[in-house]
């Protein structure tokens, strides 16, 4: 009796990787106060770097807090608020740093950071989890190495169309079955891949795969045509 050619099951991942990592975009030249910052201090350097949140360190860099426009505008908020309403009474710590007058009273602590060697998928994650807008970017020890804002994380859509098809036909499609017809196009930053896939059960797989590359906005699948020019 012939042996049944044995057929192995289609993988559950497609190899990938992301070039970027938030030491890749995050801004290295930071401005940071210390704990005895005035808040006026603190109101200018905003204004002028056009920031909305500075990290607040202690003896070498380590970052303690962060003070933002937030921890700020209480301030302004109950300048003329009755202390006896109850929605003002429900809010005490605002009302804390409306009377505060330093970084150290005003941050908010411990301070909500991202290491060096996070994937940006993580730094959003955070990013959108304690909605800040801005992450201080620390080492093992704590120290400040730079900060990554919502605008830097955006910049991978920034990547060139030929260079986002070039990794996926080089991290994504080189995994597929040798079988596999599949190509692909970028426009806009807007993926199609078309042509034969000799498993279905890859698909999945393979729509995974290719919104997992950094500067992808979408995917199109057509795996019964050819791609074809826009």
Same mark, same amino acid.
Do not use: C
């Given at each position: 009796?012939?042996?049944?050619?044995?057929?192995?099951?289609?993988?559950?991942?497609?190899?990938?990787?992301?070039?970027?990592?938030?030491?890749?975009?995050?801004?290295?030249?930071?401005?940071?106060?210390?704990?005895?910052?005035?808040?006026?201090?603190?109101?200018?350097?905003?204004?002028?770097?056009?920031?909305?949140? %500075? &990290? @607040?360190?202690?003896?070498?860099?380590?970052?303690? +807090? $962060? =003070? !933002?426009?937030? *921890? /700020? #505008?209480?301030?302004?908020?109950?300048?003329?608020?009755?202390?006896?309403?109850?929605?003002?009474?429900?809010?005490?710590?605002?009302?804390?740093?409306?009377?505060?007058?330093?970084?150290?009273?005003?941050?908010?602590?411990?301070?909500?950071?991202?290491?060096?060697?996070?994937?940006?998928?993580?730094?959003?994650?955070?990013?959108?989890?304690?909605?800040?807008?801005? %992450? &201080? @970017?620390?080492?093992?020890?704590?120290?400040?190495? +730079? $900060? =990554? !804002?919502?605008? *830097? /994380? #955006?910049?991978?859509?920034?990547?060139?169309?030929?260079?986002?098809?070039?990794?996926?036909?080089?991290?994504?499609?080189?995994?597929?079955?040798?079988?596999?017809?599949?190509?692909?196009?970028?426009?806009?930053?807007?993926?199609?891949?078309?042509?034969?896939?000799?498993?279905?059960?890859?698909?999945?797989?393979?729509?995974?795969?290719?919104?997992?590359?950094?500067?992808?906005?979408?995917?199109?699948?057509?795996?019964?045509?050819?791609?074809?020019?826009?």
């Amino acid at each position: 009796m012939p042996d049944t050619p044995r057929t192995d099951p289609p993988p559950e991942e497609l190899p990938s990787h992301s070039p970027y990592r938030v030491s890749d975009l995050m801004t290295h030249t930071t401005i940071a106060v210390g704990r005895d910052a005035s808040f006026k201090e603190i109101v200018e350097l905003i204004e002028q770097w056009k920031i909305s949140a %500075l &990290p @607040v360190l202690e003896g070498e860099g380590r970052v303690i +807090g $962060v =003070v !933002s426009e937030a *921890d /700020l #505008l209480p301030k302004e908020e109950f300048r003329d608020a009755d202390p006896t309403r109850y929605d003002v009474l429900r809010r005490l710590s605002d009302m804390a740093k409306a009377g505060a007058v330093t970084a150290g009273e005003l941050m908010s602590s411990p301070a909500v950071t991202v290491h060096a060697d996070a994937t940006l998928a993580e730094a959003a994650r955070i990013m959108a989890r304690r909605r800040v807008k801005r %992450l &201080p @970017v620390i080492n093992d020890s704590g120290l400040l190495q +730079g $900060v =990554v !804002s919502r605008s *830097d /994380l #955006l910049k991978v859509f920034l990547r060139e169309d030929e260079e986002i098809a070039e990794e996926i036909r080089g991290s994504v499609l080189t995994a597929l079955p040798s079988s596999t017809g599949v190509e692909v196009r970028v426009h806009q930053g807007v993926v199609t891949l078309a042509g034969t896939l000799s498993d279905t059960a890859l698909v999945p797989v393979l729509a995974r795969a290719t919104r997992a590359v950094e500067g992808v906005v979408d995917i199109r699948i057509d795996l019964s045509h050819p791609v074809s020019d826009p």
